[in-house]
């Protein structure tokens, strides 16, 4: 009966540690709600294979910086973009979804004409 409830205990030690080890991660920013969306005009669009990402406000540094709109071509075919929004206290970056995954958009990028153009999901 003693061996019985010895490996109980030891199993309860055990098992109750790796049960709440059950912890999500979740990538954000926190500084507060962005300034409002800057008024500007939209070019015309390049070709019919191109997407329009609206500008938005985006986290450098403890405060905002202002993303002006542009027209691309996503990274693959079929691939969408979900703008960035801000939700409680927290920014939560723009991306490309669709059927091959999730490509985010790097602002390196920004000085090539092609954009997220031929980018890899990370």
Request: hydrophobic share 30%; aromatic share 14%; glycine share 10%.
């Amino acid at each position: 009966m003693r061996d019985l409830f010895k490996t109980l205990v030891l199993a309860t030690l055990l098992l109750v540690p790796a049960a709440t080890a059950n912890a999500q991660i979740t990538i954000g920013v926190r500084i507060g709600a962005p300034p409002p969306p800057r008024a500007y005009a939209v070019p015309p669009r390049p070709g019919p294979d191109y997407t329009w990402v609206e500008g938005y406000q985006y986290p450098e540094g403890g405060h905002y910086k202002w993303h002006d709109g542009y027209w691309t071509r996503p990274p693959y075919q079929g691939a969408y973009w979900v703008a960035p929004y801000h939700s409680g206290e927290r920014y939560v970056p723009g991306r490309w979804e669709g059927s091959r995954g999730v490509v985010a958009h790097d602002h390196r990028w920004d000085k090539s004409k092609q954009r997220d153009e031929n980018r890899r999901r990370r």
